[in-house]
């Protein structure tokens, strides 16, 4: 038996002006995430405990370092989680459970400062 010989052909995409800027670790967010944003937004100032199924205890964690870098626009070794990107986004990890705020007087605060 042979084996089959196979040409692999490049593909092209539209001709563009200039390279877009990179996206800094930050990549579009899961629907999930999104949602958990908009609900933490509904009700500023409160902590909202969040458990994804999928996500074990360590994903939780790491998701709060993401949640946080995102929202105070630092750095981060990982990656930003685009869904918390305003500014006024908390994250904290206790005892297995994360909780997600959003601090609206923080960002007012914020938004006088400038």
């Given at each position: ?37 908009e609900?933490?937004?509904?009700n ?71």
């Open positions: 038996m042979t084996a089959k010989k196979t040409t692999r052909k490049p593909k092209f995409g539209a001709p563009v002006a200039e390279i877009p800027e990179a996206n800094a670790g930050v990549s579009r967010p899961a629907p999930y995430w999104i949602e958990v944003a609900h933490v937004k509904a500023p100032g409160q902590w909202i405990p969040v458990r994804l199924d999928h996500l074990t205890p360590r994903g939780h964690a790491s998701a709060v370092q993401r949640i946080n870098a995102a929202s105070r626009g630092q750095q981060s070794k990982t990656s930003k989680n685009a869904a918390f990107l305003e500014p006024g986004y908390e994250a904290a990890y206790r005892d297995g459970v994360m909780y997600v705020r959003y601090d609206a007087p923080a960002v007012a605060k914020l938004r006088r400062a400038q």
